[in-house]
C-alpha cells in the first residue's frame, strides 16, 4: 500500500500491522517458500486455502510485511482456518522453509548485553554498534548449515538473538514511538566465525557474520502484540543438550526503542527489515582460551526465547 512522506521526518501511510498472528513458512513439494498460520488446529496452508478459495492473500512473510496485506490473510484464516479444514497441516509434519527471503535490510547491533560485554573484556559502547548481513545468510529452522572448509573457518561460535521485525517505514521516529513501527518478533541466530571477524588483519565483522547459512531464524514470526514487551524476555542457548547461555533481554545495554530510534536516524527502516539485537554472556569467545571448543560438524544447536519458540538447527 502507498506510504506518504510526514514532514521529511517520519513515514507514516496506510499500511496494515499484522496483529493476532503467529507464522510460518512452509517448504512446499516443488521447492517454494509459503505462508503458513499456526491456527489452534495445526498450520494453514495459505497458498493451498488462497488458490482453491480464490481469497488474494500474501503468499510469503516478505509478501505480508511489505505490501500490508494483513485484511487478505484475516479474511483467509476466517474462511479456511477453522476445525476441520482440509488445508490444516499436522505441524510435526511439515518442512520449514526460510521465514524471510528476501528483506530489505538486516541490521545487526553488536555488544548489546551488560555481561557479554563484561565477558569480552569490553566497554560498554556509547551508541549501538552497527553491522549487517545479507539475505545469502537466511536459512531455515530445523536445516543443516555446512561448516566452512578450515582453511575458511574454524572458529564458529554461537549468538542466539532476538530479532526486532519492522511493519511499517520508520525514519528519524522517538524512542517513545518505537514500538508502534514493529510488526513482531522472531528468535534467530547470529552464527559467527571468529577468526574472519576478530582475527584478519583490521577484523572483517561482515565477512565473520555473512556466510551461507549464518542467520539461521524460526520457527516463528510472532506478531508484537501477542509479545508484549521485547525488553523482558528469557533466551537461551543448548549445543547438544547443554545449556551454554542463559540471559534476558532486560540485559540490553540499549533497548529495543532505543536501538530502532538510533538507527532510523541515520536511514529508513522499511516493512520487512530485520533488526539482530545482539546476544548475551555464554559464547565461547568469552571463555579462557584453553575451553574454548568451536563449533563442528555434528552439533546441534537450540536457541530459545520466550514467547517465540526454539530454532533448532544442526552443523553438518
Request: proline share 5%; glycine share 10%.
Amino acid at each position: 500500500m502507498a506510504e506518504t512522506q510526514d514532514s521529511g521526518h517520519q513515514v507514516q501511510g496506510t499500511h496494515e500491522m499484522v496483529k493476532g498472528l503467529t507464522l510460518v513458512s512452509i517448504l512446499q513439494k516443488d521447492g517454494t517458500e509459503t505462508l503458513g498460520v499456526k491456527v489452534p488446529d495445526g498450520i494453514l496452508d495459505v497458498r493451498a486455502a488462497a488458490k482453491a478459495l480464490k481469497i488474494s492473500a500474501p503468499l510469503t512473510l516478505d509478501e505480508l510485511l511489505q505490501d500490508g496485506n494483513a485484511a487478505g490473510l484475516n479474511r483467509l484464516i476466517a474462511a479456511a482456518g477453522g476445525k476441520g479444514s482440509k488445508f490444516l497441516i499436522d505441524e510435526s509434519k511439515i518442512t520449514y522453509g526460510r521465514l524471510f527471503q528476501e528483506p530489505g535490510k538486516i541490521v545487526c547491533v553488536g555488544l548489546n548485553y551488560r555481561n557479554h560485554a563484561k565477558e569480552i573484556g569490553m566497554q560498554f559502547p556509547r551508541v549501538p554498534p552497527l553491522f549487517n548481513k545479507y539475505n545469502n545468510t537466511l536459512a531455515a529452522h530445523r536445516c543443516n548449515i555446512t561448516v566452512p572448509p578450515r582453511d575458511i573457518s574454524y572458529k564458529l561460535d554461537y549468538e542466539t538473538e532476538l530479532l526486532v521485525v519492522m511493519g511499517k517505514t520508520a525514519r528519524n521516529v522517538s524512542e517513545a514511538d518505537a514500538l508502534n513501527y514493529v510488526a513482531g518478533y522472531c528468535t534467530g541466530h547470529d552464527f559467527s566465525a571468529r577468526d574472519l571477524q576478530l582475527e584478519l588483519p583490521n577484523g572483517q565483522w561482515m565477512i565473520g557474520k555473512t556466510l551461507d547459512n549464518f542467520a539461521p531464524i524460526g520457527p516463528y514470526f510472532v506478531s508484537a502484540d501477542l509479545v508484549g514487551n521485547p525488553n523482558t524476555l528469557k533466551l537461551e542457548t543448548r549445543v547438544n543438550g547443554e545449556l551454554r547461555q542463559s540471559s534476558n533481554t532486560s540485559d540490553f545495554i540499549f533497548n529495543t526503542q532505543q536501538m530502532i530510534a538510533y538507527i532510523s536516524k541515520h536511514f529508513p527502516l522499511q516493512p520487512g527489515d530485520i533488526i539482530f539485537t545482539g546476544t548475551p554472556e555464554g559464547v565461547i569467545l568469552g571463555k579462557p582460551k584453553d575451553k574454548q571448543v568451536w563449533l563442528k560438524a555434528g552439533d546441534h544447536i537450540e536457541s530459545t526465547i520466550e514467547k517465540l519458540g526454539t530454532l533448532q538447527f544442526s552443523l553438518v
